[in-house]
């Protein structure tokens, strides 16, 4: 007989309490802790999944870290040749990009951004994708396992997105996770694919489906499904607006790699970015377009284009990182008549402590007065800047704003601004330098640091020094 114990846990982050408390300790939300009656003698590791995978590893021995052999699976990446999410997933041109077989994803997001559709497009990427090093027969099975809709659903969206003549596609609509395991072990896929994690449960549990308990068991055995069988799982799971609603952030610690998709559902442009990755960097971006057929890939980066109408005070062009990719934002400040002690100061997609700082340097270095303007601040397009690179460009849009005066056409500004008002030089100065030309920059506004500043044909460059000069160019 199991032994059973009471522990409280918190609905917002997932710790686990002995006692109810009204603050979590770990999160510090209040009255957020709920009761569960855990299972002591219940391990993951005798789960559902012991028993039919042969490749449980032996007993783990300490060596020195020399001797241990690379993992083949890491180098064996599964691409599904949409190269913004695989190049999201992780990877290098020469290694090649792509889901690690037998890693656990998650793919987070709020309801009806998209997720079903991505990974549906995804699925058939893999099932169709050929591996050149096992002949050209050779072709992998994907299964998607529906929790929410029904396979008929799954299979007109299918239609719809022109991939429903995949045989290497299987779908499986079910929520009980020994029925899907059981199907795991049939069909053999190389990905699985589970949507949603939230919607399946395992029936000898004593929480109800769709609590902390039954997503955390239930992910714990899909995970070790992934380790043990070869097979990578990716997990999907809805969040609420601000991510903090019980459910996908307490898998976050499960998983080899968390990815949120994120965009706004009035607008066609959709982002996936990696939160965590233990196969490659966080730092890149998948940039998409929800259309009638199905996301389309932006592969230029979507972000900023120059015109030649009349320049805009108050807007300034950027060129980002993210990752290895370069994108052009456009950075918009409005300042308005406010009250002194109670102006406003609000940002969206970028950092508000950020804005709070360049605000004090143009009050100190620049002679502006702002303590009674209200300002806010936003990064166009949906993209989250948060480089400090983009300093300079957001100071000027503030100036632009507050002075009516624009930067000249086709400009854009970099530039990171330090307290004494300086502007200090920026990495990968030339890889920015030569996507903004490329996307039809005439000037760029840089910092003026000694070193070679590279030289673009048809970019010229003006150098600043600090603040003071950088406003002298607004138009
Ligand atoms: P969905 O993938 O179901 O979102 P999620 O799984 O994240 O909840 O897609 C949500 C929306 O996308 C849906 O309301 C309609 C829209 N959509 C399109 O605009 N074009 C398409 O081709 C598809 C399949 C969906
Ligand atoms: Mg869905």
């Given at each position: 007989m199991a032994k059973r114990k009471t522990v409280y846990m918190c609905t917002t982050c997932g710790s686990s309490q002995p006692r109810w408390v009204?603050?979590?300790?770990?999160?510090?939300?209040?009255?957020a802790l709920i009761e569960h009656k855990l299972?002591?003698?219940?391990d993951p590791q005798k789960g559902?999944?012991?028993?039919?995978?042969?490749?449980?590893?032996g007993v783990p021995k300490a060596a020195p870290i020399d001797e241990v052999a690379p993992d083949p699976a890491a180098s064996a990446r599964l691409a599904t040749g949409i190269g913004e999410f695989d190049r999201v997933l992780g990877g290098t041109p020469e290694t090649g990009r792509g889901l690690v077989p037998g890693s656990a994803v998650l793919i987070g997001g709020e309801p009806g951004i998209g997720k079903s559709t991505l990974l549906l497009q995804a699925a058939a990427g893999w099932a169709s994708a050929i591996d050149p090093k096992k002949g050209p027969n050779w072709s992998r099975k994907v299964l998607y396992v529906t929790s929410e809709e029904s396979a008929e659903q799954v299979q007109q969206r299918a239609a719809r997105l022109g991939i429903a003549g995949e045989p290497n596609l299987f779908v499986l609509a079910d929520t009980n996770l020994a029925r899907i395991i059981e199907q795991v072990r049939t069909v053999k896929p190389a990905v699985l694919i589970v949507?949603?994690?939230?919607?399946v449960y395992k029936a000898d549990l004593d929480a109800a489906p769709g609590t902390i308990t039954q997503l955390r068991r239930c992910a714990a055995e899909l995970v070790y499904l992934a380790k043990a069988s070869g097979t990578a799982v990716l997990l999907v799971g809805h969040v609420t607006k601000d991510g903090q609603i019980a459910g996908p952030r307490v898998l976050e610690h499960l998983v080899d790699a968390v990815l949120y998709f994120e965009g706004?559902?009035?607008?066609a442009g959709r982002i996936v970015r990696a939160i965590k990755n233990r196969y490659g960097t966080t730092l890149e971006l998948g940039i998409f377009e929800m259309g009638g057929h199905g996301l389309t890939p932006v592969a230029g980066g979507g972000g900023a284009s120059f015109d030649d109408g009349e320049p805009n005070p108050g807007s300034v062009v950027c060129p980002v990182m993210h990752g290895s990719r370069c994108v052009l934002v456009e950075v918009q400040a409005l300042t308005a008549t406010g009250f002194l002690g109670a102006a406003k100061r609000k940002s969206s997609g970028l950092d508000t402590s950020r804005l709070a700082m360049l605000i004090a340097v143009l009050e100190q270095h620049a002679g502006l007065r702002l303590a009674d303007r209200d300002i806010f601040a936003s990064a166009v397009g949906g993209i989250r800047v948060v480089e400090p690179a983009s300093d300079l460009a957001l100071l000027l849009a503030i100036a632009g704003a507050h002075y009516k005066r624009a930067i000249g056409p086709r400009t854009v500004v970099i530039g990171e601004v330090g307290l004494g008002g300086e502007v200090r030089p920026v990495a990968q100065l030339e890889q920015r330098l030569r996507e903004a030309a490329r996307l039809g920059a005439k000037r760029a506004v840089v910092p003026?640091?000694?070193?070679n500043r590279p030289k673009i044909i048809g970019l010229e460059l003006v150098a600043v020094q600090n603040v003071g000069g950088a406003i002298e160019l607004l138009g």
């Open positions: 009204g603050k979590c300790p770990d999160c510090g939300a209040w009255d299972d002591t003698a219940a559902l999944v012991e028993g039919w995978v042969d490749t449980i590893h949507d949603s994690v939230q919607m706004d559902r009035f607008h003026s640091a000694r070193g």
